[in-house]
């Protein structure tokens, strides 16, 4: 129907999009949504290039050295942001991006305001492929392992987490630093495909590019944030519009999400079987309130409670 | 000293205009209980409605800049019907991302429909330039300043002394307790917006005249900034929203004038990583939400 | 006499956890009603269920003749229903005059509410002393007082008063309670909801006891007085 040179880019684009939304998806299963995912995409994106393209580096090695600092980053932003508030961390780490945008921009080396060029071309359609089907297959076994499971049960109540036994801070760094690792590569690998780096690109309106995939789809199950991806990137290029027009659609449609379908496309009632299969696992079913039931019971003080 | 003293007053100039923006802002916020990503855009909207009735109504100054605020009143009445409305109460990120798909369609409605480049600015406003020495300061900016402050002082007279000013503050505070007073908090949040956007309008003519352009996208370099001045001032008292925003013009003229103006635009946000870091709260205290 | 406000089978839950479950009462004008009950009885339930504050679920509440379960919070008010709440819920940030001001928010006419702010600062002298600063810079004792005048601002026929003596000093209670009693002898009528049983049925003409969201006793509050059920719920025997 259409030319594979027309739709290469598009599917190499949706999937780089994919790894990193992914990414993102592990952060947020332990209940931290981070406004940074540009910016550790870039840190990624830089490190990988700098080395392929200054060293000479073969391509693995580089895209490794990305995986490896995105974990450094994630881990290190994990371990300033465990105790804050919901609304501070979402803020600390947007200051973060801003702050690497401005970095990257004042560093010469790396081309500074004039972006970083030369890259060379590593990535094609089955690269990205092979990486995507790897960053899924590495959060879908996360999702469903106990250390998954762990996270979920923080982010719905980390009181009640610590309470079976579950360490938040552990909890939150690993999924950040994991999630982090997958940005990174991924960064990389699209950096090698659009060969320029602009630190302008690192800032807090492609980080929510990221977000938006992410409720757009659903957070609550792997495949949301996927699916949101897939549709808001493939759709506006196989529309044929004007850009200004696409962009208008795009915006429409998020709206037309948040208003009618709050919990994104894909959803699972959130109280599910997670936290219960939790409580089997740590075999303290009986001993403690489940989870569900301290929600309630809270639902039910706040009411009473002056606000 | 004639530096510091020029860039001081630059500073000023464009804090002026933060602080209308901001003040805006943080009163959508604390009243309808959502992070108004379109805010900016709603100035952008008031900036071009500007620009239309003074190409095509009359070159008169008065009649712009009333066509910017109804432009903008106008952006703002339909988007807190529509879309800030139902999104009261719901997550942040939520009513950002909704908010934001509106400034989307703001941006490129407009950019389709006019440019997306910069748009020439019907000059109703002589630019004379005055000036002792080294100093200068142009009738433009005077006209930017005058307008913001004005603004700024009826916001704030609004706010403290009127009957729905302190409604405004009333569900700020407690939302539910001014409704079990009478107050239609829909109604109070409603004129809230409208007032809000009518006067992010009116700075935005002065904008658009000041800098002798219109852009669709100028938004963007409102928006966060405003974001950011809320929060470091905290959304307990409008007046420290207007101290910060001026302060942060200030402090971005001096960067510029003694540093770099690629480093301009980091202050704001280095600003506020400090600030978060020692008071979570803001300087001068928040309303949890 | 006809009563003021009714409330027939009223139905409250949060998250399918039942707050309120199918509660009955009634107030005539002029009287002090008061409903005891432990923490989490459903007591402040009821009376936002009132306000328009909470959406029952089944049940109704009418208020001088008009249903109110399906009118906004600020219609609720405008017919005559005022609120003292449960630890004040001042604006803290607001002056005393202005809280006093926003308890007559929808009075049109300036010199009544001037009239009514000269009357307040009449009967408690220590809020006319205060009326420049913030509310929250006031005492425990303070606070409260400007809570019931706030309450009394916008000439109510019925106050619905949220724990009253929670937290503050017994000689404050005590005034509280007479404060009650004084408002209601200018003819308004009180709903009360309190846990300090002893003092709350000296000053209420009829009682109601609650536990786990049901009215399990009613009468006179003379009679509910003597009651031993009063003491059993007080020690928590059924809550």
Redesign the interface.
Known sequence: MLSFAFWEPVAIFTLLNVILVTGLYVTALSGQLSLATAAIAGIGAYAAAVLTTNFNWPFVPAVAVAVVSGAIVGAGIATVTVKMRDFILKLTTLAFGEAVSVIAFNIEYIGGANSFTGIPLYTNLKVVLIATIIALYVAWRFDGSRLGLAARAVRDDPLAAAATGVSVRASRTLTFALGSALIGGGGAIQAHYVLTLNPQELGFFNSLTYIIFLLFGGMHVLWGPVLGAIILTAIPELIRFASQYRLILYGLVIVVVVLFRPEGLLTRTPTGAGRRRLARLLRLGRALPTPGAV???A??????A?? | MTLLLQQLLNGLIIGSTYAVVALGFSLVFTVARVINFAHPDIFMVGMFAGLLAGAHISQNFIVVLVAGALGAAAVGYGLERVVLRPLRSRDVLMTLMGTLGVAIMLQNGMAALMSPDPVAYPRVVPNVAFGTGDISISSLQVVNFGLSVVMLAAASFYVRRT?YG??T??IA??P??????????NRVSQITVVLASGMAGVAAVSVGLLYGSAWAFVGLLYGLKSFVCMLVAGN??FDGVMLVALTLGVLEALVTGYFSSSLRDAVAFFVLIVVLYFRPDGLFGSYAV | MTPLLTISDLHVS????P?VAGVSLEICEGEVRVILGAN?AGK??II?AI????RPHRGAIRFAGQELLRL???R???LGI??V???R?L????TVL?NL???A??ENDRAKIAERVDHMFKRFPRLAERQTQVAGSLSGGEQQMLAIA?ALM?DPKLVLMDEPSLGLAPLVVRDVFRLAKEINGRGVAILMVEQNARQALKVADWAYLLSVGRVVESGRAADIAGKESVQEIFLGGRA
Do not use: C, N
């Open positions: 929600d309630e019971r639902g039910a003080d706040r009411v009473d002056p606000r | 009957r302190r409604a503050r009333a505070e407690r539910d307790v001014a409704a079990a007073f009478g107050v239609d908090v307990r008292y | 949060y998250k399918a956890v707050a989490g402040t339930t936002k306000l328009g504050l909470a906004p919070s600020h609720i008010h405008q005022s609120w709440p449960e630890a819920q604006w803290g940030s607001l202005d001001r926003m308890g928010f929808l706030r916008s």
